[in-house]
């Protein structure tokens, strides 16, 4: 990936991140642990591959994403308002009453929401429907679902892979966020989706894993899911949740819980800090 | 009766939709495994390119809708009333309902008229579920002609939409010069003023029968047949519980939510008259011929006389 590129897109993957933590204390609710485990691939997603128009966010041709783990809506709404498609201001506004911003994400009041979602598992049907629909009609556009390695647990996820792969749907990419933890502790521990790529692979598609947090990693395995036809693609990313804000870290206590002022207040100072760094270079 | 035509609704559904592929070049329809008895098979005949068997996972058949319907294509979802509105019915809730996509589920073997497969698979409950969804317009017709009107008519609303057929054959009672579908108009078949009995889907030529046999007593019932059952037709319910002061509801369904309920709380809220309602009385069927569990579970048109006779003694 090109340098500049590269430097810019952590910047912004920085000013998502505090976008996240600014909607979540302002809401004094949410879930920032697996909100910033994806901050890097949406900004990568929004910023350097789909083809949106924030001006035209229903325009027909875009590529389209599906949060299908809908409870990390603070980072779908963060980057959607850091690319322009509505104001950043929104954010402090999350979860209120009369807010834009819902709860989880709401395609009928919010620009650049694709499908609403956060009913875990079916987020990734709705992703096969739109799929289908392109191939139907030979439109150019791509389909790109986020699911929580949590999330696959629900049954309806498998059924959708085995609708993506028999009506080889390679104009999809579903992207699963393999942070490790869920509410109720390691994924290995609660329900075991191991071995994802195994899974994934058995059921028809084809699968890269990838780093989550490498804009280059992320560059390059999005190239390679761009080259392959006939089947669906499965990128299971490697994450970190909590990434960026290092008491937030591997810590299934900040999958759904606010952070107080203080906690607040030092979360932002080190983006902040990691900001400052990043143009410093 | 021997010239009578008798169809199942779910023929005419296939049909309907086979009628209506070249018409809509763009629209699609999903079924889960049950093509053959859903009778979307009929529309894979006329347009194989455009119908997609999600497999026995209606789960994610009802995903897959909503995703078609977020790009502006006309979607059909078929599966029997027992997994469209049953085990699927969070999906159509918060993929369909809450983004209020324009999607059409064609629900077949709704009620206990399913016969021999028995309880597992006679869906009693979809309306009342069905009901339960903000913006979720459901359609029972009562007749071939009524039930190809109504998939029309789904086609070209927008938004969620539920339609439940049958799978045994009924009567048909709409072959009139002047018929004519309007979603969410009830439809006044026989006028009268003792009593109101209300129906819909199969229980709509029962009604009817019930209102002719009353006549022979010098009871004057009048029919009205509720093909929409969300968005109620409200105006016309108050007229009749005004001018007829008592109404008996018949459906092939729970009576627990169903078009009794949605009738007797329309009712109770602008004009409070006795409403009995005659459906399944809060239990669970079992395997039989079809038409001898709707009598054995009193689905019947003189169990709907006894019910007018006794609205009528309720009167104040």
């Known amino acids: 990936m090109d340098e500049t590129l590269r ?125 289908l629909s392109g191939k139907i009609s030979s439109s150019s556009y791509k389909v790109y679902c986020v699911l929580g390695d949590g999330e696959i647990e629900e049954g309806q996820v498998w059924e959708a892979a085995m609708f993506a792969a028999h009506y080889k749907l390679d104009n999809l990419v579903a992207v699963v966020d393999n942070n490790g933890l869920q509410i109720d502790g390691k994924i290995t521990d609660v329900m075991s989706p191991m071995p994802i790529d195994k899974k ?22 999005f190239d390679e899911a761009e080259k392959i036809s006939g089947k669906p693609v499965a990128i299971i990313q490697k994450s970190v949740k909590g990434k960026g804000v290092s008491f937030m870290e591997n810590q299934v206590g900040w999958h759904g819980k606010a952070p107080n002022e203080e906690e607040y207040k030092s979360a932002m100072a080190e983006l902040q800090k990691t900001y400052d760094s990043l143009n410093a270079e | 009766m021997a010239d009578v035509i008798k169809k199942a609704t779910r023929e005419s559904y296939g049909e309907a939709l086979a009628e209506l592929s070249a018409e809509y070049p763009d629209m699609v329809v999903l079924d889960a495994d049950l093509a053959a008895a859903t009778k979307t098979g009929t529309f894979k005949k006329a347009a194989p390119d455009r119908f997609f068997d999600c497999g026995i996972a209606e789960a994610n058949m009802m995903g897959v809708a909503a995703g078609i319907a977020t790009t502006g294509r006309k979607v059909f979802a078929s599966s029997f009333a027992m997994f469209a509105a049953g ?67 789904a086609l070209e609303f927008d938004g969620p939409c539920y339609l439940r057929f049958g799978r045994l054959a009924v009567p048909v009672i709409n072959d009139v010069p002047d018929y004519k579908f309007e979603l969410g108009k009830g439809v006044t078949l026989r006028d009268g003023n003792d009593v109101t009995i209300v129906a819909t889907g199969l229980m709509v030529y029962k009604a009817v029968e019930a209102a002719d046999a009353l006549k022979a007593e010098g009871i004057n019932a009048r029919v009205i047949n509720i093909h929409t059952i969300k968005p109620l037709d409200r105006e016309l319910i108050i007229k009749a519980a005004k001018e007829t002061g008592a109404i008996v509801t018949a459906e092939e369904a729970t009576v627990i939510g169903g078009l009794g309920s949605a009738v007797a709380e329309t009712v109770t809220e602008e004009c409070p008259v006795p409403v009995l309602k005659l459906g399944i009385n809060d239990v669970f069927g079992h395997s039989g011929p079809a038409v001898d569990l709707l009598e054995e579970f009193g689905l019947t048109s003189a169990n709907i006389a006894a019910f007018a006779k006794k609205a009528i003694g309720l009167k104040k």
Not at chain 1, 79 to 92: T, Y
Not at chain 1, 205 to 220: N, P
């Open chain 1, 7 to 131: 430097k810019d897109l952590e910047k912004k993957a920085c000013k998502v991140r505090m976008g996240v933590i600014e909607g979540v204390y302002n809401a004094k609710s949410g879930h920032p642990g697996g909100s910033l485990s994806i901050c890097d691939i949406l900004t990568y997603l929004y910023f350097a591959r789909m083809h949106v128009d924030p001006k035209n966010p229903k325009m027909e041709d875009r590529d389209r994403l599906v949060l299908s783990k809908g409870h990390c809506a603070p980072a779908l709404y963060s980057v959607l308002a850091q690319r322009g498609f509505f104001d950043p201001e929104e954010l402090k506004k999350l979860r209120h009453i009369g807010a834009m911003l819902q709860g989880h994400p709401d395609m009928k009041h919010i620009p650049g929401v694709d499908m609403s979602s956060g009913s875990l598992g079916q987020g990734i049907s709705a992703a096969c429907g739109i799929a």
């Open chain 1, 200 to 221: 994934f692979e058995s059921f028809g598609w084809y699968v890269i894993t990838v780093d989550a947090h490498d804009f280059d990693a992320l560059e390059r395995a």
């Open chain 2, 87 to 153: 085990r699927a019915f969070e999906i159509v809730r918060n993929a369909i309902g809450y983004p209020h996509l324009n999607v059409n589920i064609g629900a077949t073997h709704a009620g206990i008229s399913v016969g021999e497969d028995g309880a597992t698979h006679q869906c009693n409950e979809d309306i009342a579920l069905m009901r339960t969804i903000p913006g979720m317009t459901i359609i029972s017709p009562s007749d071939d002609i009524e039930a190809k009107a109504a998939v029309r008519a």
